[in-house]
């Protein structure tokens, strides 16, 4: 017999992701590799068996101080992974809310002193000590919806000392929330005050002078890069994306969000590990990216919080043929902290099938940020990361907006604010 610390039995419905291909596109997008009554035993952090729950009652033992417990019916789903957040960042950008209201777009808000820069002042004047408190709580709010696995970009700083700052401060996050962060170096957020006018200039100095020490100290798996009228040009980010390929750091790119400029393209020619946005993008573009098997992360509330005329992209992303991801975007920008909410607008809003959503928060988004083979599923050798959820079925969370967990694991300890 298996034995387990903790044995969950009466699942009503369970989605494992398992046994499909990672990443899942066309006809795949909407396998969930569902059980019926089925249970899922942990030890040591990793599932230890995953089946039926009649198998389970003599194929598990529980160890002497083991919890078990029945669902009695709920559906259960792996831990969400979020493939595209801002989440370090101080301060807050409330005010601006009504000047979208009015009309105002991102630039418009940008050129006017505020959006962005706004941050990027208020994170370069905030102690390390006021990062972590603030990102550690918004983190932990994060996990308690269900989320255990975070992508986390720098970005807010925008000069050397600053963004290697908002980097070292990771792993401080990891060990403080308990949940799995993917590092991204976003120094090409924007041009800086420092260099307006300049963007050229800017990314010289990230690729001579940033991106070694990034590298060398391993304090990011990815580079990324804004790529949009107004911020980085296609050559710019070419140029900053080829740099940090060539000194083995994995690259994504913020593309055709608000105009199509070109960066979809540029994300297919340089294999990319995600191309993300994507909203200006052209049928052709999201094609040429399917060729070139470069995912596409769909941030579908972030056109909800920008008042973007267009609501998402994501049955165009999935009728061309692309590994469609999910993230939250999560930023002063768009502030949400619910991948529940993420899904029900990735369904309501971007088109995609409650099915497809899931996928795309889970396997999808976990072979976006390199993560396959350790998180997005529920199988026998992977970490317990798991959401319990008071539905029958696991199709009805993002049909439920908002749609909140009863119970959050991540590597089979119960997340404390649940």
């Known amino acids: 017999m298996t034995s387990a610390e903790l044995l969950v039995t009466g699942i009503g419905e369970l989605a494992t992701l398992a046994g499909g291909p990672i990443p899942r596109t066309g006809r795949s997008l909407g396998e969930l590799g569902l059980l019926e009554r089925a249970a899922l035993a942990v030890d040591r952090g990793r599932f230890v068996f995953v089946g039926p729950e ?67 002042r208020a994170t370069r004047a905030a102690s390390s000590a006021t990062l972590l408190n603030d990102t550690v709580a918004r983190l932990s709010r994060m996990a308690a919806l269900g989320t255990t696995s975070v992508e986390v970009k720098s970005g807010y700083a925008l000069d050397k ?49 940033s991106l070694p020490e990034v590298a060398r100290r391993g304090l990011a798996r990815f580079c990324d890069v804004f790529c949009e009228p107004g911020f980085f040009s296609v050559a710019e980010s070419g140029r900053l994306l080829k740099a940090a390929a060539r000194l083995g750091l994995g690259t994504k790119i913020h593309a055709d969000e608000f105009h199509r400029l070109g960066g979809a393209r540029l994300a297919a020619r340089l294999h990319v590990a995600s191309a993300d946005h994507l909203l200006a993008a052209t049928p052709r573009d999201l094609e040429a990216l399917a060729a070139a098997r470069v995912p596409a992360v769909l941030l579908p509330v972030t ?38 909410i993420v899904l029900s607008h990735a369904v309501y809003g971007a088109r995609l099938t409650p099915a497809e959503a899931i996928v795309g928060a889970t396997v999808n988004a976990a072979h976006a940020v390199g993560l ?47």
């Open 54 to 120: 009649r198998t389970a009652r003599r194929a598990v033992r529980l160890r002497k101080g083991g919890v078990a417990w029945d669902a009695g019916g709920a559906s259960v789903v792996p831990g969400w992974v979020d493939a595209h957040t801002h989440a370090i960042f101080a301060g807050d950008r409330h005010r601006e809310v009504g000047a979208k209201v009015r009309g105002a777009s991102y630039a418009e808000i940008a050129r006017r002193g505020g959006g962005l820069l706004e941050t990027v």
């Open 161 to 209: 000392p600053g963004e290697l700052r908002l980097l070292e401060l990771l792993p401080a996050l990891a060990r403080r929330t308990g949940l799995r962060l993917v590092p991204t170096y976003l120094g090409a957020h924007a041009v800086p005050r420092e260099y307006e006018g300049r963007g050229g200039d800017y990314i010289d100095t990230l690729v001579r002078d």
């Open 303 to 340: 056109p909800f919080a920008s008042m973007a005329p267009r609501p998402g992209v994501g049955r165009e992303m999935a009728a061309a043929g692309l590994a469609v991801a999910l993230g939250s975007d999560l930023s002063p920008n768009s502030w949400v902290e619910s991948m529940g």
């Open 372 to 418: 396959d083979g350790v998180a997005g599923t529920v199988q026998v050798g992977r970490d317990a990361d798991f959401s319990v959820y008071p539905t029958r079925s696991v199709e009805e969370i993002p049909y439920r907006i908002g749609a909140v967990p009863t119970r959050v694991y991540r590597q089979g300890i119960r997340h404390p604010s649940r």
